[in-house]
């Protein structure tokens, strides 16, 4: 029963950490489209390929974490990585260095998709293959 929990909130993660990830997507494609057209739509563009291109390094990254102390500590941290950036991102003032902050935190937020995905599924896996032979 405790390795189903553990499947169970992984998936959990997994899904509410693809919908930070994507939700901003969509709210930068809205948003950042009501300034100044040209400007707005390149950065909005940019902020969502440097996040795209990120997740393969933080998939290789928490991997190595999650080899060395374990799947769970891997996990953990990229949730929490994830919902740091994400309040970070609410709380973008407009200053000369936000354009920089929010490709920072963007990086940050595809490190943490990469990283999440793969230990949320290996931890997933684990978690079912123990507990298939009590049923």
Known sequence: MRNLVVALFSVVGTISTWFNFLAYNVIA???LI?????L????SFTT???????????????????????SKSSLALTLIIMGISTML?????????????????RIAQGLA???????ASILTYESVKGSAGSF
């Open 48 to 70: 969502i390929f440097v996040a795209f291109l990120s997740r393969p390094v933080g998939a290789y990254v928490f991997g190595l974490i999650g080899d060395k102390f374990s």
């Open 113 to 119: 998709l990469g990283g999440e995905w793969a230990s």
């Open 89 to 105: 991102i609410s709380t973008i003032e407009k200053t000369w260095y936000a354009t920089y902050e929010l490709l920072i935190l």
């Open 40 to 43: 707005s739509l390149l950065l």
């Open 29 to 31: 494609s809205i948003i």
């Open 34 to 38: 009501r300034s100044a057209l040209h």
